[in-house]
């Protein structure tokens, strides 16, 4: 199918974008990698009247350290985040998790604000951010906020942002020595979205872990934390943390509640021998 006319413009800065998104009163879209939104447009499952395109603004992509903070600018697009050091040494969550988001194709222009802000319930990055305690930076009409990444998903497809609100970065704690992380997810092939998929945070506390954050992906309307099975496993034990999985995913197109839950407690057996051996 082809998409609805639609108007184009270039922002040449983030104002002018909010400015153009406010012109068009709820009815224009940013244009980022274009990696999701041009499918829905070409599927008419949206009809903007105005893309916004932000690709070229100024600085809204790199990594920066900021110290002990790692900064990603919104337009970083995926294959930047895979193939860097810096990611890889300061934020190694995110270094597990994005050879997962889809193909190398989609990885050279998908940037990391489009994810967050799309707000897939089966994508890696937002379970990745609300694991690593993240914060996500948003100017808009009305200034600049920042928000938790905990308080940013909510609920399908839906988010804190406003509709005149461009997402600017994403900040995350540093890895530091006693940081451990763990990544998996089960895809019926390489690349899909993710049938259940869990991001895993914690600190190496003498032969245990303390500060364990379990998000799930592909279970429900937004990234869920299992906060009983966090508890149990910062008690010690992995089968009491998979026996107290309190999670509830409804039936979907990829598999049923029942099976997800399954997967989850396999997922979680994996995820506790990484964050049992992972160094930062
Ligand atoms: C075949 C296929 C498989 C995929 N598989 C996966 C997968 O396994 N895991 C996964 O996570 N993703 C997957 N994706 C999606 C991919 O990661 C996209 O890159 C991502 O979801 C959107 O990023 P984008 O930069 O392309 O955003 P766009 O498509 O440009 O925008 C997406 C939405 O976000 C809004 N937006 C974009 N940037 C901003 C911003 N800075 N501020 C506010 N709003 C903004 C847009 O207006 C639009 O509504 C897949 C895509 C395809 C086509």
């Known amino acids: 199918m082809k998409p609805a006319a639609f ?5 040449r800065s983030v104002d002018d974008a909010i400015r153009l ?17 041009i499918a829905t447009l070409n599927m008419r499952l949206s009809h903007p009247s105005l893309l916004v395109d932000i690709n070229g603004v100024a600085g809204l992509d790199g990594v920066r350290l900021n110290g002990g903070t790692v900064e990603i600018g919104a337009m970083t697009r995926h294959v930047t985040l895979e193939r860097s050091s810096d990611i890889a040494k300061h934020a190694p969550l995110i270094a597990l998790a994005m050879p997962h988001i889809a193909h190398p194709a989609i990885r050279n222009r998908g940037t990391i604000g489009g994810s967050l802000a799309y707000a897939d319930p089966a994508a890696e990055l937002p379970a990745c951010l609300v694991a690593l305690g993240g914060e996500i ?12 990444a ?3 998903f909510k609920g399908l497809f839906e988010t804190a942002l406003g509709p005149h609100d461009v997402l600017t970065a994403i900040r995350i704690p540093a ?8 990544f998996v997810e089960l895809a019926r092939r390489h690349g899909d979205y993710a049938m259940v998929g869990l991001a895993a945070a914690a600190r190496q506390h003498g032969k245990g872990l303390s500060d364990v954050r379990l998000v799930y992906f592909g279970v429900g309307e937004t990234p869920v934390r299992a906060r ?21 995913p409804p039936d979907d197109i990829q598999a049923t509640g029942a099976v997800k839950k399954h997967l989850a407690g396999v997922l979680l057996r994996r995820a506790a021998a990484q964050l049992a051996g992972s160094r930062a």
């Open 150 to 152: 905990e308080d940013f």
């Open 137 to 148: 930076d948003i100017a808009g009409p009305t200034g600049k906020r920042s928000v938790k």
């Open 7 to 11: 108007a184009y413009a270039k922002a």
């Open 228 to 248: 009983k099975a966090e508890a149990a496993l910062g008690g010690g034990s992995i089968d009491e943390a998979v026996n107290a999985l309190d999670l509830d």
């Open 175 to 182: 890895a530091t020595l006693d940081s451990r992380v763990g």
């Open 21 to 37: 998104l406010g012109d068009h009163k709820g009815e224009a879209k940013l244009l980022a990698g274009g990696q999701s939104l």
